[in-house]
Nanobody
Framework: QVQLVESGGGLVQIGGSLRISCAAS????????MGWFRQAPGKEREFVAS????????NYAGSLKGRFTISRDNAKNTVYLQMNSLKPEDTAVYYC?????????????WGQGTQVTVSS
């Protein structure tokens, strides 16, 4: 089992920046990807970004590319999301996600979420 704990959320002004973190613990070997999703009030959870532990490939939601940057620290089993030029529509609970393999089966873990609020 892989446990995920997010941190770094908070209140930020329009146009500001914020970096959120997700630390993985437990049996982290076999991790294939880690990433971020977000869910705004009244909306479905949506993909934000992901990074591969296998080949370093990175994917972003098209609308966020250029403002958001995902990165990782292998030694700390931590993934980061740097968010710049924040807009009110970026307000959401941001969830960390990990896909990890045990043999032929890929499992998913989710963090508890961290609130990001963008306001004037």
């Amino acid at each position: 089992q892989v446990q995920l704990v997010e941190s770094g959320g908070g209140l930020v002004q329009i146009g500001g920046s914020l970096r959120i973190s997700c630390a993985a613990s437990g049996r982290t070997f076999g991790t294939e990807t880690m990433g971020w999703f977000r869910q705004a009030p009244g909306k479905e959870r949506e993909f934000v970004a992901s990074i591969s532990w296998i080949d370093d490939s990175i994917n972003y939601a098209g609308s966020l590319k250029g403002r958001f940057t995902i990165s990782r620290d292998n030694a700390k089993n931590t993934v980061y999301l740097q968010m710049n030029s924040l807009k009110p529509e970026d307000t959401a609970v941001y969830y960390c996600n990990a896909n990890w393999r045990r043999g032929p089966t890929v499992f998913q873990s989710w963090g508890q979420g961290t609130q990001v609020t963008v306001s004037s």
